[in-house]
């Protein structure tokens, strides 16, 4: 089991400045931004043994608004 939590120490980073692109002929737009500046804390526990942790973390999220695999197979 893991059990963390981040703190945001930063800003946010947008991809391409708006945190979105457009590809496949503007077909699908993609949405993405990342968390580079996290601190973590928390534990980890595995066969019965926990073991705190602490240190920087980085969250990136990335999504789109098509069906990827449909409009490649075209």
Known sequence: MIEAVLTNEGP???NCTN???CCMNDLVTFNHY???YLKAT???TLDGKTIPFAGDAWLDRQWSS????LL???
Not at 66 to 69: A, K
Request: glycine share 22%; proline share 11%.
């Open 12 to 14: 946010v980073l947008d």
């Open 19 to 21: 945190g979105y692109f």
């Open 34 to 36: 990342g968390l580079p």
């Open 42 to 44: 928390g534990t980890i």
């Open 66 to 69: 098509g069906n990827l695999p």
């Open 72 to 74: 490649m197979a075209e």
